[in-house]
Every structure is written in C-alpha cells, then in structure tokens.
C-alpha cells in the first residue's frame, strides 16, 4: 500500500532524542523545531508514549519548538515505585525546562495525558501560554468513576505477557479504546515502536502496575475552573472514550472561555486518523494564543 506524503516526511523529520531525571528517574523526549521558538510539551495518553505525535509533531515544528515526552512508566523512560499526578506534571515541566521550550510553552495532552495536563495547568498555570486537551474533557460528578489504585480491588498488576517471536507480539497489539484505522501503516509502526526486547522474547514498554496506586483526582472540575492560563478542547466526532454528558458538563463549568472543537470522522486516536487535520487545529489555536500573548 503506498504510503501517504505526510506519513513519509514525518518519519522522515529529523528529532533529537535526550533525557531528563526528574527525582530519581529517568524521562525520555524528543524535540523538533528550533529552540527560539514558542514552545510545546505534548503528552501520550494511558500505556502509550511519545511516538503517538509522531504524526504531528514534525509539522508543528515549522512554528514552534517541539517536546514529546515519555512520561515514566511509559515509552523508553524508567519506572517508579509509585505514581502520581503532581509527579507526572513535575515530569512535563522538568522536560519543558531541559528542552529549552522557553517562557510560558503550551501544554497539549491526549487522552490520560489530558489528565495530566489538566495537572500540570492546575499546579503550573502562571508559567504557561495555555492547555489544549486532546480528546480530553472533565466528568461531571456523577459520571466520575476512580479508575486508578486498582491494586486495592484487583491486587497487584501482573507482569505483561512475553512473546516469543516479534510476528507474535505485533498481532496483539490493539488501540483502547479499540478504533478502525484506514492507514494500517500507521499502526505498525506505533505497535512496533511500543515494543521491547527482554531475555525470552517481546513484551510491552508500558508499566503494568503504574495504576496500582496512582490515585485519578475527582476534583477535575474545580481544577480546571481555578486555572490561570487559557484552555481548549479538540475531540474526535467518533470518539468513544466519553460521553456527551462530559462534554456539555465540560462547557458548563468553563463557562464558554474553553472553546471545545471537533475533528470530523475522526476517533479517539484522531492523530492516527487525520493527522494533517489535527496538526491544523493545534497550530491554529496555539498560534492565537501566541499571537495574543505577544500582543499583552
């Protein structure tokens, strides 16, 4: 199957890869773009990691200097004994920081690292130009479900499985939600960037018991009301990581200051859907703020 050009010149971009330790453990990145530029920290969602913006972040580069990180127990950063929110952000900063991202750099988080993000705006507001939340919006109070500390419930996470051939490994590899993708290449190259040698075979990079004992705050709602910076919200029109209930909650208590927007014929994973698309809603709404900032 050919390849689109936009697939192509992505992988084709060059990146610099470094790392930063952030309290005794190693967090991986990689930046594109030029330092100078306005920057960005963008965030992978739940057991994935950087190479999700792959896609993205070379064209972003023409605009803004770039940082995809691997938050820890993800991609090819190190693990923790525990985890939690406020680590995660101090991660996001500490890369923002060694990455030479510049003053007041945006924060854009897909999924869990929506979450994350919403963290980071919570805590580190009056040091950023704005949140942009990736397929990402707040539950109300009835709809709250606190799916981390599963240790509690389920014990201990189990190792993940090993298989013994490469071939194997890659025909597990599925998206959660579970999504159809119309370019298959897209997603071999994410299986196989999600992958890691071990003694007797394959398994997966993520961390199996980093929601052992990371805690989901139930007070999204006041934390993204009490954020000091500006925040948007980009969503797959087929996504099904949400409801509409969250959606309608989102804009209540944000009171129309967040502009919610949507990607059409998209899911949750929309950047390996209509990458182009998605490069163009985050360029746009990140330029404004810029552009506004500069003008303040």
Known sequence: MAKPEWYERAIAAARIDAEVTVDDCKIHYATW???????????????AHLEWWRFVAPF????????AIDLSGNG?????NNYTAEMFAKEVMAVAQHAELGDSPFIVGHSFGGYIA???GYIYGDQLGGVLFCD??????ELFVQWGLSAAENGPARPTKVYKNLDDALGRFRLLPEQPCQHPYVIEYIAKQSLRKVDDGWTWK???????????????????????????????EYSEDYNSGS??????????????????????HYMFDEPIAVYSAINGILLTWSSSSSLA
């Open 33 to 47: 773009g030029e330092i100078g530029k306005p920057g960005i920290v963008l965030i992978h969602g739940s057991n």
């Open 60 to 67: 972003l580069a023409d605009h803004f200097r770039i940082a």
């Open 76 to 80: 090819d950063s190190g693990w923790r």
């Open 118 to 120: 919403l963290e980071t």
């Open 136 to 141: 990402y919006v707040v539950p109300s109070p």
């Open 206 to 236: 993520f961390d199996p018991s980093m929601y052992d004992y990371l805690e989901i705050s139930s007070e999204q709602p006041e934390k993204l009301r009490d954020m000091t910076c500006p925040s948007a919200f980009v969503l797959g």
């Open 247 to 268: 959606v309608a909650f989102t804009q209540q208590i944000t009171e129309g200051k967040a502009p919610i927007y949507q990607i059409p014929g998209t899911y949750h």
